[in-house]
Nanobody, 127 residues
């Protein structure tokens, strides 16, 4: 069981990046999936998720309208399309799966149930 994130890098403010997270050893469609990030000195925060029960997507207030999560079942891969990037989006981004639901709560997103995490990928937004 493995999640492999990729696609991070350095981009200028206002730019775009697409992160990918390939799953192996299990089927992503059976789980709620999400992206999280952690900046230096800060706690890990939820970014976006897809609920397994009905495919609903949720995003944190800080990225709403700029980031979009998606899933390709044929490729068994999840994505995070990030646009209009800001310096405060700089962080290590992690993908995760969970057995239960995902919801938007108090401006962030939460994955419920046991989590499985992938290794992070660094995103740096700087001029």
């Amino acid at each position: 069981v493995q999640l492999q994130a990729s696609g991070g890098g350095e981009v200028q403010p206002g730019g775009s990046l697409r992160l990918s997270c390939a799953a192996s050893g299990f089927t992503l469609d059976d789980y709620s999936i999400g992206w999280f990030r952690q900046a230096p000195g800060k706690e890990r925060e939820g970014v976006s998720c897809i609920d397994k029960s009905d495919g609903s997507t949720y995003s944190a207030d800080s990225v709403k309208g700029r980031f979009a999560i998606s899933r390709d079942n044929a490729e068994n891969t999840m994505y995070l399309q990030m646009s209009s990037l800001k310096p405060e989006d700089s962080a290590v981004y992690f993908c995760a799966t969970a057995h239960d639901d995902c919801k938007a709560v108090a401006g962030t997103i939460i994955l419920y149930g046991k989590h499985h995490w992938g290794r992070g990928t660094q995103v740096t937004v700087s001029s």
